[in-house]
């Protein structure tokens, strides 16, 4: 990666002042445009007065390092770059992280390699940073990348003669020092002595168990830390792959259901899940949701939905070792029961989607209501002029293709300002989550909608799936508006460990994330609901789902109405 790329990703969070009336005024503007062209010596220059008389900028302090370090002054840097860290570089992650590589960078062309171990193991375990190899090339730090506790670190081994059981525990041993250093607290649920000594125990039978079910116990492992954002993943491609199921079940309350299924398969659509392997449903949902990240009782609701895609499962989870598949005992609608093996098939859709491939039979009706019809879009809105309410939907926190969240935000602002309308519906319930950065702009633009002030302007439809970054977004919206929510209990809560941390484990290649990240939605620390709960609660039914309606908006068409709700 181009070291000028390097540190403006770790600027990109940052809006420039604009300013540079004097020179002791901290300009980002003018430090970017010097970062761009190469002019380190004018970057020097222009920093030194501004920091002298302002040294509380960690930000100013990591600029003038990196001058220094491009100049070839690894000497002078390194106490600016110590002195960055202290004072947190520019407040957020990016920054740090850049830091810390920075500082390893000067560590290392010095000659102190465990300096430069030490920056990067942070960076690596607080921060994300993952690019061993570019970063080697990039600084041409060939003699760091030949030092073992390197090697270690970035997970670089040969492990050509290296027996099944020493790579499993050498992932192992990456894993548990992975999650030591990443999480910001990983015994938050768990107790640390259970914990260890689980990954113990898993040693211990590596050479009794297969490998599917070591991946079960590493899945276990992660789903023990009892976070939504703490897992391992189910392997996608090599020689552990896993294949999926030709269904797609979905939770009603504690009744399991298969609502779609392939086309050759449509015979199962509708039927109850009685059992999993033989092992009551209520039981496998438990047995499952225990391999699984969760924030809250709700969330596996829908990942315990992700879990039942894979047929490999049945030996991950339920130690099936004969199992070429899924084995569900199932109970139609007419209440004949039979068990049925599910082979597992290729990967040809995305087991996290939030709802079954539009072009499976399904129980959904022919003619869907508004919260299932446009479920790939980032965001969008219509109109329900009777109700005089703007309906809007926000699938992810993203931008958008053509359009900002921001932007989006302005126009719901214009479109129930200019239209006259007095509500508006923000429906979350597919949302889990994106860049979380980007909800204050949206935020904002409806707290100036006066149109929406006070109760019954605002309705906010949640549920299981709105997690992490819409976890962000319902919390914001719940401190700073009169919004009213409906439908299910958030996916997450008002207080959670998070951020997608990915990593992979250098021996078998599995991949997973570890949170780094406390999140206190409300800006206070003794928030100790699991959930947001609905102000109205609507759950969906079967009956809901075959008829075509939507019982949130029915709520809310009641709530506003004072009658009985129709459908949309």
Not at 167 to 193: C, K, N, Q
Not at 385 to 403: F, H, M, S
Not at 432 to 451: D, I, K
């Amino acid at each position: 990666m181009n070291s000028k790329v390097v540190i403006l990703v770790a600027l990109a969070s940052i809006a420039p002042s604009g300013s540079a009336a004097a020179a002791t005024i901290f300009d980002r503007g003018h430090y970017i445009e010097l970062i761009n062209a190469g002019r380190w010596e004018d970057l020097r220059t222009d920093l030194t007065p501004v920091l002298a008389a302002n040294p509380y900028q960690g930000e100013g302090w990591h600029l003038l390092g990196v001058a220094h370090a491009r100049l070839g002054q690894c000497a002078t840097a390194a106490p600016m770059f110590d002195r960055a860290i202290k004072l947190g570089v520019s407040g957020n992650g990016p920054g740090m992280r850049y830091a810390h590589v920075e500082a390893a960078a000067c560590a290392a062309i010095r000659g102190d390699l465990d300096s430069a171990v030490e920056h990067l193991g942070i960076a690596q375990g607080r921060y994300k940073f993952s690019d061993f190899d570019g970063f080697v090339a990039e600084r041409g730090l060939a003699i760091l990348a030949e030092y073992p506790p390197f090697q270690r670190l970035a997970g670089r081994k040969d492990w050509t003669g290296v027996s099944r059981v020493d790579g499993w525990s050498a992932d192992l041993d990456y894993f548990i020092d992975l999650v030591e250093r990443r999480h910001p607290e990983p015994f938050h649920t768990v107790d640390e002595t259970i914990w260890r000594d689980a990954a113990e125990v898993l040693r211990r039978q590596l050479p009794e168990l297969t490998d599917l079910e070591v991946v079960g116990r590493f899945m276990r492992l992660a789903g023990m830390i009892g976070d939504g954002h703490t897992s391992v993943y189910p392997p996608m491609q090599g020689d552990l792959a896993f294949h999926m199921t030709p269904i797609w079940p979905y939770a009603f309350g504690d009744d399991w259901r298969i609502i779609a299924a392939a086309p050759e398969f449509e015979h199962l659509v509708g039927s109850r899940i009685i059992a999993v392997e033989g092992v009551p449903m209520a039981q496998a949902a438990r047995r499952l949701a225990g391999h699984l990240p969760a924030d809250n009782p709700m969330t596996p609701n829908w990942v315990v939905n992700v879990a039942l895609q894979f047929a490999e499962v049945s030996q991950a989870v339920f130690g099936n070792r004969d199992a070429k598949g899924m084995t569900l005992e199932l109970e139609d609608e007419s209440g004949s029961r039979r068990s049925v093996e599910l082979a597992g098939g290729p990967v040809d859709r995305n087991p996290m989607a939030a709802w079954a491939p539009g072009h499976w039979p399904s129980l959904q009706a022919e003619h869907p209501p508004l919260w299932l019809r446009k479920i790939d879009s980032a965001f969008w809105h219509t109109s329900v002029d009777e109700l005089k309410l703007v309906y809007a939907q926000i699938n992810q926190i993203r931008n958008g293709a053509d359009q900002s969240l921001e932007s989006f935000g302005r126009e719901l602002r214009r479109q129930v300002t200019e239209g006259g309308y007095r509500h508006l519906v923000l429906d979350l319930r597919h949302n889990n989550g994106g860049n979380g950065y980007l909800n204050w702009p949206f935020v904002r633009e409806l707290v100036r909608t006066e149109a929406l002030d006070g109760p019954g302007g605002l309705f906010v439809i949640a549920g299981r799936r709105t997690f992490s970054a819409a976890m962000l977004l319902a919390s914001m919206l719940e401190s700073h508006t009169d919004a009213i929510f409906v439908g299910e209990p958030t996916g997450s809560s008002p207080q959670f460990y998070g951020e997608d941390t990915e990593f992979r484990l250098p021996y078998s290649g599995l991949t997973g994330s570890v949170s780094s990240r406390w999140f206190q939605n409300r800006f206070i620390s003794d928030d100790e609901r699991p959930w947001i709960a609905p102000d109205i609660p609507a759950e969906l039914t079967v009956g809901d789902l075959r008829k075509g309606r939507d019982p949130a908006m029915n709520a809310i068409r009641q709530y506003l109405k004072g009658g009985d709700a129709g459908s949309h």
